[in-house]
């Protein structure tokens, strides 16, 4: 099947915002989510958007949703160094219990 | 948060045996698991979706005799991998679904075949 593409990396200084993009494939997927990744860590849920919004706010993360290009940004804001990590993006297909499918990650680099 | 436990986290088994990976939830049942494969700069694959009491169901491409996976009960799968061989080295990770959203990953497993 087609791929959820994500940039590889991103590099940023602490305190800028960080933007990870990421295009997914069905446009008839109806939740979109984005994980992260810690070294050694299981994935944790950040946020999640359903397919019918444009934009999601949850204090220092921004969700934009652009359905006609199948695009999903996730903007961090303020960027600490503890946010250093794999960002996943993933799109639910279909009914409620398909299972997610996957982007291969941005990993995400904050300087001090 | 609900936390999903894998064990081991990482083995090392000589090719040809035959590896088994648990995934528990701990604190929660969970109908639904699922197995995903992760390479190296590679995102999650998924290999499986196994709901508890019922055999799983496989993704295309996935061997279903080589990748056993059991559920037997609402907060344990297994996932063996039978006759393993190098290129089956590999990090893989399990999740439990309790709802819509709320899908909950373990740490992974790292295999690594000689």
């Known amino acids: 099947g087609e791929d959820v593409e994500q940039s590889l990396f991103l590099s940023v200084r602490e305190g800028d915002s960080s933007v990870i993009n990421c295009t997914y494939t069905d446009s008839s997927s109806t939740y979109l989510y984005w994980y992260k990744q810690e070294p050694g860590a299981g994935l944790q849920l950040l946020t999640y958007i359903f397919s019918n919004m444009d934009m999601k706010q949850d204090q220092r993360l921004t969700v934009l949703l652009n359905k006609k290009d199948k695009h999903l940004s996730l903007r961090i804001a303020d960027t600490q160094t503890g946010d250093s990590a794999i960002y996943f993006c993933?799109?639910?297909?279909?009914?409620?219990?398909?299972?997610?499918?996957f982007g291969k990650g941005t990993t995400l680099s904050v300087s001090s | 948060g609900a936390v999903v436990s894998q064990h081991p986290s990482r083995v090392i088994c000589k090719s040809g045996t035959s590896v088994k990976i648990e995934c528990r939830s701990l604190d929660f049942q969970a109908t639904t698991m699922f197995w995903y494969r992760q390479f190296p700069k590679k995102s999650l694959m998924l290999m499986a979706t196994s709901n508890e009491g019922s055999k799983a169901t496989y993704e295309q491409g996935v061997e279903k005799d080589k990748f056993l996976i059991n559920h037997a009960s609402l907060t344990l799968s297994t996932l063996t991998v039978t006759s393993a061989h190098p290129e089956d080295s590999s990090f893989y990770i399990c999740s439990a679904r309790t709802g819509l959203h709320e899908q909950y990953f373990g740490p992974g497993t790292r295999l690594t075949v000689t």
């Open positions: 993933a799109e639910r297909r279909g009914q409620a219990g398909t299972a997610l499918i």
